[in-house]
């Protein structure tokens, strides 16, 4: 018996092989399931889905399947259609509409340790008692400073819905105990108008940062402060703005255009065309515009940049925008999650769109601009002969990609040395500039007026201060590295000091349109009109 037992032992491994071959040729003789395929247009994916529910070999995830599958789904349509998951959907949102939830502050985290810049007036940190200078340690009971945590993580702690409560702990001055605080959140605005001033008697000034739900009333306040002012001339800047509401940008064009002046019109396959017109009712039909554009202008900014040029009514100055010329519809779903999706194109009053071509390296755009010399050359931007357009006044204006300025403005390299590079590694300058807020804590919050942070800074020795701190931190300019960077370097850290004052951004921007080559353009441009 025991002989027989070794013997199938031997033979049964050659057994099973055997059997098993058998089958998988049963299996591979056997005839593939033929599955119909219809012709409507959704039928194969559809079947796809179907098969894999009725015979994978797993269970299935479908709801992490489908999130993973509908981003790539909107990408293969256009660059810009988009699927945002609830949490994304929010954000986007949020920048949006104008306000969000949270305690309302501004701040930044050198060294690891948030550092409050400002409070939003009227919100609920300054409702309970915090000050800029402040830093915050600790948010309900966990440590947040010097461990190096993310700022996008930090936001999350400090946001929430409103009416909820937050326990922050903050070090102050000099005391050696945080000092506790709770924090009821709320709506807190955001503001889209980042300044609005008068740059000279005559000359107004303002940037806008999106076309957000609020940007066009923020607008008209803003307006109306500087007509109160003398207003004759304004700089609109929409550097940087990637766009927003359309609605925004009409109403900001109506300010400016003539009655029946076209400002837009949009068209698509599903929908029909619809043009939009300026009433006359604009109140700034009589002021010298200027629109400063550069290559993240995009979307809403190149419509207004677009009926502008287009209807000859101002000049267009900076770099070529962006190139997106394309109409996206919010569509949201019961899970709170929505799409963004592209239902037509628009086009500037003289007939051209804007779009630049899709292209493998669409993403990489910006970059090839930049190697292609575009940033510093004028003659370096590309130009479609067959997309030529003319204006009513004869300019000729081009379609294809972007809006083309009328006023070229390279890229700044005036003070830029090695040591200013490596200074802005290590964002010197904003370190600097809190050292040099906590040692005049006391006077910065006296300070009210622009005037008075004037006369502030000037007192203070900011050129020797950075130098030594420069070299406290392992960088010293070389010879004549100094002088070539210092008014430059001086600027930007009595900007970036003004910001620890209730003027915020009323502060920093005066300062750093000093040096801002786009500007002074402009304020030659105004000087040679007026003689």
């Known amino acids: 018996m025991k002989k027989f037992i070794d013997r199938v032992s031997r033979v049964l491994p050659a057994i099973t092989m055997l059997l098993m071959a058998l089958l998988i040729v049963r299996m591979c003789d056997k005839q593939p399931r033929k599955v119909a395929v219809n012709d409507h247009k959704w039928d194969k994916l559809l079947l796809i889905l179907d098969q894999i529910e009725q015979h994978y070999v797993d269970s299935i995830d479908y709801k992490d399947i489908v999130e993973s599958t509908l981003p790539h789904l909107m990408r293969n349509l256009d660059p810009h259609s988009v699927y945002l998951p609830p949490k994304e959907l929010e954000v986007a949102d949020e920048s949006l ?153 009409l109403l900001l064009s109506n300010e400016f255009l003539a009655e029946d002046q076209l400002i837009v019109y949009m068209d698509g396959l599903h929908r029909k065309r619809q043009d939009f017109y300026a009433d006359g009712k604009g109140t700034m039909q009589n002021v010298n515009l200027y629109v400063l554009i550069n290559e993240n202008s995009a979307s809403s900014s190149e419509i207004f940049a677009g009926a502008i040029q287009d209807n000859d009514r101002g000049t267009i100055v900076g770099r070529r925008s962006f190139g997106k010329g394309l109409v996206q519809e919010p569509i949201y779903f019961t899970d709170k999650s929505g799409i963004r999706l592209t239902v037509a194109r628009f086009y500037t009053p003289t007939g051209r769109c804007i779009q630049k071509p899709y292209s493998d390296d669409y993403q990489y755009d910006i970059i090839e601009r930049y190697q292609h010399g575009e940033m510093t050359v004028a003659d370096s931007i590309k130009r479609n002969d067959s997309l030529k357009f003319i204006t009513p006044a004869g300019k000729v204006v081009y379609g294809g990609g972007g809006i083309i300025p009328d006023i070229f403005v390279p890229i700044d390299t005036v003070g830029v040395t090695n040591f200013l590079i490596a200074v802005n590694r290590k964002s010197l300058q904003v370190k600097y500039s809190i050292k040099l807020a906590d040692t005049y804590r006391a006077q910065l919050r006296q300070v009210k007026s622009f005037e008075q942070l004037e006369e502030l800074t000037r007192s203070i020795d900011m050129e020797e201060g950075f130098l030594a701190f420069a070299k406290e931190n392992g960088i010293v300019p070389k010879e004549g590295e100094w002088q070539k960077s210092r008014d430059f370097i001086v600027t930007q850290l009595k900007g970036l000091f003004g910001r620890y004052t209730t003027l915020d951004d009323d502060a920093f921007y005066p300062y750093i349109n000093r040096i801002d080559n786009v500007i002074l353009r402009v304020i030659e441009e105004e000087k040679t009109k007026n003689n």
């Open 97 to 249: 509409t104008g306000n969000f939830s949270g305690i309302g502050i501004q701040f930044n985290v050198p060294n690891d340790t948030v550092v409050v810049i400002n409070v939003v007036p009227g919100g609920p940190s300054e409702r309970a008692g915090l000050l800029s200078g402040d830093r915050i340690i600790t948010v309900n009971g966990e440590n947040i400073a010097g461990v190096k945590m993310n700022q996008d993580s930090i936001v999350k702690r400090l946001k929430g819905p409103r009416g909820t409560t937050v326990k922050i702990g903050v070090k102050r001055d000099d005391l050696e105990e945080l000092v506790p605080f709770t924090i009821k959140r709320d709506n807190i605005p955001v503001k889209t108008v980042d300044v609005s001033y008068m740059i000279n008697d005559t000359l107004g000034y303002i940037k806008l940062s999106k076309f957000a739900r609020t940007s066009y009333a923020e607008i008209r306040e803003a307006l109306e402060k500087l007509n109160e002012r003398g207003v004759r001339s304004l700089i609109i800047d929409l550097r940087d703005n990637t766009g927003g509401y359309l609605d925004q940008a």
